[in-house]
């Protein structure tokens, strides 16, 4: 049977759990963790993020902050908030600037505040396949807030195999991106591909094959460049996600496997209208699960902001 998840169902079958387990840590335990964003854009997807985020910290517990700035002060407001103990995370509407400039200000924040794992410590954990910040293996890493929604619905619609060991369950998968963003597109590659899958990464430069190898016999992802073509990958792919900035971009449904799954990340719609015809299951938005990503990593930031006070 194919499927649609309309933002009324997806808040049912896959937000649900973690706005509940969220909500039931901050009322348990009496705390009240500060979240600080940043706004210094013009970017009505951006504003209407921030105000979605602010709604569902209010319903769940979590003190938030919204700071518009021109971004020549950007990160003067960020290092000021680094320093101010009553705040536990700070997050950044990006692009700023849009070009390496918005790189930069990613490592401005610290990493113990940095909800979004965009820093270098968490960007570089997350591409070497490293899980965790201690030798213990005690405190996971932060891992950005739409790849992680994406893996969460992902397994939540079984494309993660359960039987198979932890950080293989995609092996056998043949996922395609269309989106190779610092911010989301690559850093998905990556986390999909060290999970076992195969990944096809495309943006406008060309086609970019992430994988570990034959029966995956690499430690992390290798990146290898392809001469594909979209109408090579599209077909063979089990997941096609998109992510393209653009209202006029439309990824053509007679490319897609029958029966293969749809997601877009975008705030324009990616697929064609027809897209259900050959998709068994369609995701037209993972924005409200990106939002409960960004408060358990908020959560898990705190945890070690008191662990860390309490040494």
Do not use: W
């Not at 996971?140 to 994406?150: E, F, M, R, S, V």
């Not at 597109?185 to 970019?208: E, H, M, T």
Request: with cysteine.
């Amino acid at each position: 049977m194919k499927r649609s998840f309309p933002s009324c169902l997806f808040q049912r079958l896959v937000l649900k759990p973690f706005r509940e387990e969220i909500k039931n840590t901050i009322n348990t335990r009496g705390i009240h963790p500060k979240l600080v964003g940043f706004l210094a854009n013009q970017d009505p997807a951006a504003l209407k993020y921030a105000e979605s985020t602010a709604k569902t910290c209010t319903e769940t517990g979590v003190v938030f902050e919204l700071k518009k700035c021109n971004r020549e002060d950007l990160e003067d407001e960020i290092v000021k908030a680094n320093e101010d103990e009553s705040i536990n995370g700070i997050m950044v509407y990006y692009p700023v600037f849009g070009d390496r400039q918005d790189q930069y200000l990613q490592n401005v924040v610290d990493s113990s505040k940095d909800v979004e794992g965009l820093c270098h410590k968490y960007i570089y954990n997350m591409y070497h396949n490293i899980r965790f910040i201690d030798k213990e293996q005690t405190k996971k890493c932060i891992i950005p807030c739409t790849p992680l929604a994406i893996v969460k619905v992902l397994e939540y619609i079984k494309v993660y195999n359960p039987i198979l060991a932890y950080g293989n369950r995609l092996h056998g998968r043949v996922i395609t991106i269309v989106n190779r963003s610092e911010i989301v597109g690559r850093p998905l590659a990556a986390l999909l591909a060290n999970d076992g899958g195969k990944v096809y990464s495309i943006d406008i430069n060309g086609i970019q094959e992430f994988n570990r190898g034959t029966g995956l016999r690499l430690k992390k992802h290798e990146v290898i460049e392809t001469n594909l073509k979209l109408e090579d990958v599209i077909p063979i792919s089990d997941v096609v996600i998109t992510g393209v900035p653009s209202p006029s971009y439309k990824l053509p449904t007679s490319l897609l496997r029958d029966g293969a799954i749809a997601i877009n990340f975008s705030a324009f719609k990616n697929f064609e209208d027809n897209v259900k015809e050959k998709a068994s299951i369609y995701v037209p938005a993972i924005g409200k699960v990106t939002i409960a990503m960004l408060e358990r990593n908020l959560l898990r930031l705190y945890d070690f902001q008191m662990s860390k006070s309490e040494k």
